[in-house]
């Protein structure tokens, strides 16, 4: 049984950083491609950012490029999310998932296994 289980959510103020993380079991982890998404009140999930097997590659959603940042380490099956300079508007439940495709996704359609999700919270 797949399983996906976020943690490092919580309320923080505007500027502040915070580390997502998200451990992965059940599953081969280098196999998948990975990625975040999250969901804020009344609106969509949002691609976030996205992260190749082998950890060397990432790509990211306009709205957080160059403030966030994906690692990931494949001896401890754990995805991880830099977050820095935040901004009230990231507000939202972060979603960690692992990918059906060998490369990086930006759809959510195309990841198969999700975690629960963890709140982080910007104050201004």
């Known amino acids: 049984q797949v399983q996906l289980v976020e943690s490092g959510g919580g309320e923080v103020h505007a500027g502040d950083s915070l580390r997502l993380s998200c451990v992965a079991s059940g599953m081969t982890f280098n196999d998948h491609a990975m990625g975040w998404f999250r969901e804020a009140p009344g609106k969509n999930r949002e691609f976030i950012a996205a992260i190749n097997r082998s950890g060397t590659a990432t790509q990211y959603g306009k709205s957080v490029e160059g403030r966030f940042t994906a690692s990931r380490d494949n001896d401890k099956n754990t995805l991880s999310l830099q977050m820095d300079n935040l901004k009230p508007e990231d507000t939202a439940v972060y979603y960690c998932?692992?990918?059906?495709?060998?490369?990086?996704?930006?759809?959510?359609?195309?990841?198969?296994?999700w975690g629960q999700g963890t709140q982080v919270t910007v104050a201004s």
């Open positions: 998932a692992a990918s059906t495709w060998a490369g990086m996704v930006m759809l959510a359609s195309s990841y198969k296994y």
